[in-house]
């Protein structure tokens, strides 16, 4: 797992590993939200937080 803060490098280290042959697993959360802002659906965590459960 890789985690960290926005603008670290996360995805540009994913896509390097990715080149040199390792499997990669993609961030469900991104996709959803990505989907939920192209038909501008309630899923964004800045449009619905309700939708949020910590």
Do not use: C
Request: aromatic share 10%; glycine share 12%; proline share 4%.
């Amino acid at each position: 797992m890789i985690t960290g803060g926005s603008g670290v490098s996360k995805t540009t280290l994913i896509n390097f590993l990715k080149s040199k042959g390792f499997a990669i697993v993609l961030d469900s959360a991104r996709t959803i939200i990505k989907d939920q802002v192209n038909i501008n659906g309630e899923g964004p965590p800045w449009k619905n937080k309700h939708l949020y459960k910590y």
